[in-house]
């Protein structure tokens, strides 16, 4: 069923980055009920030797397979290595912009300022989910003025003093 959801033509499936790794959470808890069943169980059917060869190719990949505990131990190492590179983090800082009442949504997109003021809050959110590519670049804009400005990492001493290193990352929402 997961190869016939994959394989077909202009498939939804196949470009969806959590259709895969929902698909191996299933898989696994199914090998493991079967497993807490029987510890000694062994893999009879061609379904679960398929199963079990994806598995064994999804743990090949998974630390680029968005959730996955291969993932999270990539980016613990990352974290690690750039603590043992840089010393410990000697500030911690979130950032959230709002791409819902982000002007530069709209200025991106070629639309008025005044006319983006007009609109309501739910047409301001069909507006950027229909442009997300204009979110992006807003949200991109965003957060390299804070660096340029706050931080300064290219210019020197910041607001903070001089910073030797800088990291982040990006969580999708929903």
């Not at 498939?11 to 079967?34: E, G, Y």
């Not at 706050?150 to 929402?173: D, M, P, R, S």
Request: net charge neutral; charged share 15%; glycine share 8%.
């Amino acid at each position: 069923q997961l190869k016939n959801m994959l394989w077909q033509v202009d498939s939804p499936f196949a470009q969806d980055v959590t259709f895969s790794f929902i698909c191996w959470n299933i898989l696994q808890k199914h090998v493991v009920k079967k497993l807490q069943n029987n510890p000694k169980a062994k893999v009879d059917s061609v379904g679960e030797k398929g199963a079990l060869q994806l598995f064994q190719e999804l743990n090949v990949i998974s630390h680029s397979l968005p959730g996955s505990n291969g993932y999270k131990l990539c980016w613990h190492n990352e974290i690690q290595s750039l603590t043992w590179c840089l010393g410990m983090p000697a500030f911690f800082l979130t950032l959230n912009p709002h791409d819902v009442t982000n002007v530069l949504i709209a200025h991106y997109r070629g639309m008025d300022v005044s006319q983006w003021h007009q609109l309501s809050a739910y047409e301001h959110a069909v507006f950027v989910a229909s442009h997300a590519g204009a979110a992006a670049k807003a949200f991109d804009v965003i957060i390299h003025g804070f660096i340029d400005i706050i931080i300064k990492f290219n210019k020197g001493v910041g607001l903070f003093g001089k910073c030797t290193g800088y990291y982040g990352t990006v969580e999708a929402q929903g």
